[in-house]
């Protein structure tokens, strides 16, 4: 998944009045503003309310379900490899939301403040938070990508991380 392949997916949701919010690999290289590696998918939250009108506009650009883990998360794929992991989220008034998890008594937890915005390509795009991605990035066995990943917040932002 490339920088133009990520602008190009969010400017299908834009026309679509779909919000969404980049995580991951993507979300942290958007937040330090420059692509630190590469990345074989693009992580996007998206208001659950709102389903309907992603997957058109994606599935209209040739992307196809290859998986499906709801209410947790989804999988959109091109005929190229590219991948979309789709995370649906429930708002609350108070602009904070809830991602369904594989244990229903501990949903994913998104405040309010962790919704932000960081640049890919020197477009202004939405994304998760630092501390979000960091609170994200722990209880499992990390891999080389997340080592890398969490070494570049603290590089650039100076916060902890749990490895």
Known sequence: MTAD???TVLALLHEAESDVWIGGGWGIDAL????TRTHRDLDLMHRREQEDAVLAALNAAGFVETLNWR???????????REIDLHPLVFAED?????????????FIYPSTCFVTGTIGGTTV???????QVHFHQGYEPTD??????AQLRRVFGIATHF
């Open 5 to 7: 392949d990520v602008l």
């Open 32 to 35: 330090i503003g420059e692509q």
């Open 71 to 81: 209410p947790v998360r989804f999988v959109l794929t091109a005929p190229d490899g």
């Open 95 to 107: 602009g904070s939301a809830q991602q369904a998890s594989l244990d229903p008594s501990r949903p």
């Open 126 to 132: 939405p994304c998760l938070s630092a501390e979000q």
């Open 145 to 150: 990508r997340d080592r890398h990943d969490m």
